[in-house]
């Protein structure tokens, strides 16, 4: 099964593949591919599996997310690209170029590092889980229903994206609930010890945000020699949409 993207730009030269975050979908970078086709990128957007608009399967890990995007690279003719991911997506193209270093041209990763990370999505799950859809049947009842959980309101907004109408007046989310709370441990898994991606690699992170710490930086440059770190100032985990414009910056000056 191939993944569920959206591409903007047809026909643009260079390639820009984007892969989103845990509970996210390629909806969330829908101004960042437009800016970045408007620049002359072919942008695809993609949904990994589980989320979003792609198929729903048992196994999750960063291995099978990898076969999936080469699948995709294969099915649409890709090389050369332009790769980046946030978070979970970040750990998915760090993995991908490490294995297929010949497809990618130049790798972003967005706000997190290549080491393990502890399960810290317990509350969110937990809230996501609670959502009963024989009852709310709105987006504001459910908002109202998950504040109970998650008090930052951007979070929750982020978070009901992925609701959508199953049928007229049935709600329901996009993502796979059940196995993503079931493999959760995979989110945080570390890229293998011996992977190496030695072309240039950008890590950009939130200077509000603790994913990317002093000393993640000798880990980055072990995985990654060409790696460059740059902070986005004002900015936390969801740096792309806590400062779009220096973030927009920075992917141009890298990849000009």
């Known amino acids: 099964m191939i993944l569920n993207s959206n591409i903007l730009g047809k026909g643009n030269k260079q390639v820009f593949v984007i892969l989103h975050g845990f509970l996210g979908m390629s909806d969330n970078w829908k101004t960042h591919g437009k800016n970045l086709s408007e620049s002359g990128f072919e942008v695809h957007l993609v949904d990994q599996r589980n989320h979003g608009s792609s198929f729903w399967d048992e196994t999750f890990n960063y291995d099978v997310m990898a076969e999936d995007l ?29 294995k297929y270093p010949e497809l990618v041209s130049k790798l972003i990763v967005a706000d ?17 889980s609670s959502l009963d859809f024989n009852v709310l049947k709105s987006r504001g009842d459910a908002d109202d229903a998950l504040s109970n959980y998650i008090k930052d309101f951007g979070i929750r907004q982020f978070l009901l994206k992925n609701l959508y109408w199953v ?31 030695e072309k240039d690699t950008l890590f950009l992170k939130g200077d509000r945000s603790e994913y990317i710490g002093i000393e993640d930086e000798r880990i980055i440059k072990n995985h990654f020699p060409n790696a460059k770190i740059v902070t986005i100032k004002n900015a936390g985990h969801w740096l792309h949409a806590e400062n779009p414009q220096d973030f927009f910056d920075a992917l141009i000056h890298f990849t000009a």
């Open 70 to 98: 080469k699948q995709y690279c294969n099915h649409y003719h890709l090389s050369n690209i332009f790769l980046m991911g946030h978070s979970m997506g970040g750990k998915t193209a760090m993995l991908f170029a490490t």
């Open 112 to 128: 997190i590092s290549p080491r393990f990370y502890p399960v810290h999505h317990d509350t969110i799950l937990e809230g996501l």
């Open 167 to 197: 049928e007229k007046g049935k709600l329901g989310l996009r993502i796979n609930l059940e196995v993503l709370k079931k493999e959760i441990a995979e989110v945080g898994e570390a890229l293998p010890v011996h992977a190496q991606f």
